[in-house]
């Protein structure tokens, strides 16, 4: 019998071929350690590796299992600079900043690979992204995107036309785009679970099915209370996203849960003309659709959606038609899974990192580009507990509004707004 996630839906390709998932045990009794780590995703274990290797002590404590989050289940893709562009990010902020922050999460993509390397970690890691669009009124933004990413010192990224895209592709369904070389997409569950093992070798003390129900602070001290225990620290971080509920106000108001939902296909085989490259896409939809062949030959194909999934079934069916649109002889393919989970999104889209009150620290809303970013702010995290915010602080000062009418009308404001993009997308 397959384990089923308790928040998220589905079973997951992922989970099918991850191997051996350790579990680890629920906290049984109170700990005081240095530092208290709420969340165990990418962000939360990141630290928690980080700080127990320089010999901070350390207890983790999760909610449910190990990857049932957003970093256990995402597409896999690791993206190129901040999820708002370079571009973007130069009209806001100046070259000199903008490129600061492109260059601290290039950094972060190396890390990860370093990391996964160093650890003996294997995470599938295949190079080759392509972002593309199907409306040719937006072509000059990429050719924009690429020029603007050469001028940050990138050179991996090129234009492609609507030929040189449906070939890539293996589809016409799109105009034109950008191919980056430099990047690429992994196995996140086999990243999370490989973190993981080496916090725990490392001597963090990591806490499954625990749940925290309240973070305080008074003394100097911050008291994290669960049900069957107390962990007293002098440092808290908040690692917890998209799944934090009402836990801490300040992050419930400015980080946003939305669903993303995933298919995987049989294998197609090494004739299918589907990415004959091995690349990952993303396309230009508000609601974006994104999409890579394993190395085994699935094709796990995402999709963002407005919809409500009660039943892990009906994941199949929109993920087909959205499969269908893009590759039409693969109408009758067979889903072998379905599955989804939530990503934490903030307004402009760039990372929350906020001290929400004395000694402790809530990062997330990586807006779809936290493969690695999350696990490089669990080490900048790191770094500024040993006495070095700098780095962290770039993150910090970013100027991330809450939503309006907070946590209580965020989500109905948001499905007005996802329905108006939809809607756009289709013209």
Request: aromatic share 8%; hydrophobic share 40%; glycine share 12%.
């Amino acid at each position: 019998m397959t384990y089923q996630s308790p928040i998220s839906p589905g079973y997951s390709w992922y989970e099918d071929t991850v191997g051996v998932r350790p579990e680890y045990p629920p906290l049984d009794g109170d700990v005081t350690v240095d530092v208290a780590i709420v969340g165990g995703g990418f962000t939360g274990l990141s630290a928690a590796v980080h700080l127990a290797k320089s010999g901070v002590s350390v207890a983790l404590i999760e909610a449910h299992r190990f990857g049932d989050g957003a970093s256990g289940r995402n597409g896999g893709q690791l993206g190129t600079g901040q999820r708002a562009g370079p571009e973007e990010m130069e009209k806001e902020f100046g070259f000199a900043r903008a490129k600061v922050l492109f260059d601290l999460a290039e950094e972060a993509k190396a890390h990860l690979l370093e990391f996964a390397s160093v650890n003996g970690i294997e995470i599938d890691f295949r190079p080759g992204h392509l972002n593309v669009t199907h409306k040719p009124r937006e072509l000059p933004e990429y050719e924009e995107y690429a020029a603007t990413a050469a001028r940050f010192g990138y050179p991996h990224i090129t234009v492609m036309d609507a030929a040189e895209t449906a070939e890539r592709v293996g589809s016409t369904a799109y105009v034109g785009g950008t191919r980056d070389t430099g990047t690429g997409h992994i196995h996140p569950l086999k990243l999370l679970v490989g973190t993981a093992r080496v916090a725990a070798a490392s001597g963090a003390r990591l806490f499954e099915r625990t749940r925290a129900t309240g973070v305080t602070t008074k003394g100097g001290k911050v008291q994290v209370a669960t049900p069957t225990g107390t962990i007293t620290a002098g440092r808290c971080l908040l690692a917890i996203d998209a799944y934090g509920g009402e836990l801490e106000p300040a992050t419930a108001s400015h980080i946003m849960p939305i669903g993303s939902f995933i298919g995987a296909t049989v294998p197609l085989g090494s004739d299918s003309p589907v990415l004959p490259g091995g690349e990952s896409v993303s396309d230009s939809r508000f609601v974006v659709r994104y999409f890579r062949r394993a190395p085994t030959g699935e094709l796990l194909f995402g999709g963002r959606e407005i919809y409500a999934v009660k039943d892990p079934n009906d994941i199949h069916i929109h993920i087909r038609r959205q499969i269908a649109e893009t590759y039409p002889a693969l109408k009758d393919v067979r889903i072998t899974h379905g599955w989804g989970g939530y990503v934490g999104i903030t307004l402009p889209r760039k990372p929350f990192v906020r001290e929400v009150m004395p000694n402790v620290i809530s990062a997330g809303g990586y807006s779809g580009h936290g493969v690695m970013l999350s696990n490089f702010t669990g080490k900048l995290y790191a770094e500024a507990v040993a006495g070095n915010r700098d780095r962290l602080k770039l993150i910090e000062d970013l100027k991330i509004p809450a939503f309006p009418g907070g946590s209580r009308f965020r989500a109905p404001l948001l499905f007005l707004a996802l329905n108006w993009y939809a809607l756009r997308d289709r013209f």
